[in-house]
Structure formats: C-alpha cells, structure tokens
C-alpha cells in the first residue's frame, strides 16, 4: 500500500462507511463482468455503453464515499497521526471529477 493509500485508509475506522465501500466495489465488479459478457456476446454498443457508465458510477461513488470518510476523520480529529492533509484530500477528490 503506497503511503497516499495507508493514509486514507481511514474508512477502517469506521466499519459502517468500509462496508458500504465494499458492497459498492462489489457492485462495480459485478457490472463489469456483465460488460465483459455483453462484449463477448457483441451486444448492442448502446446496451455496452450504458453498463460501462454504470461501472463508472459505482466506481465513482466508491471514491467519494472513501474520501468523504477521510474528511470526517479529519474534522474529527486534525491532529491524529496519517489524516491526510486538506491539500492531499482536495487533490484526491479533484482526481474523480
């Protein structure tokens, strides 16, 4: 885990926000394995397209759930060991937009 990961990985802090970072990851894996089948089935692009946006969304949201976490970590707490820096959390949530 690169030191940017270790010190976002504030969502173990709260085990309500990691369980709705892996069911919406899972979510995500699920969706893309129906691309990837909709792909080797030469479906319609627009049925492909449409699936490839929702992966993306679930991705997305994952993202923003997982950087929302850290945020309250850090109001919660400023001075706690790894809380990643306002101008590390504002470049992380520009990287998802």
Partial sequence: MTEGAADLAVAA??????????????RAQGQLAAVIDAVEGE???????????????????????VISTALKECLTDPEAEG????EE?????????
């Avoid at 309500?16 to 919406?24: I, L, Q, S, T, Y």
């Avoid at 479906?43 to 490839?52: G, T």
């Avoid at 470049?91 to 937009?97: E, G, H, N, R, V």
């Fill in 13 to 26: 802090h709260d085990p309500e926000a990691k369980r709705k970072v892996v069911n919406r990851l899972k």
């Fill in 43 to 65: 479906a319609h692009c627009r049925d492909v397209v449409q699936q490839l946006a929702a992966v993306s969304k679930a991705l997305d949201r994952a993202g923003f759930l």
């Fill in 83 to 86: 809380n990643p820096q306002p």
């Fill in 89 to 97: 959390l504002e470049k992380l949530f520009l990287s998802l937009a």
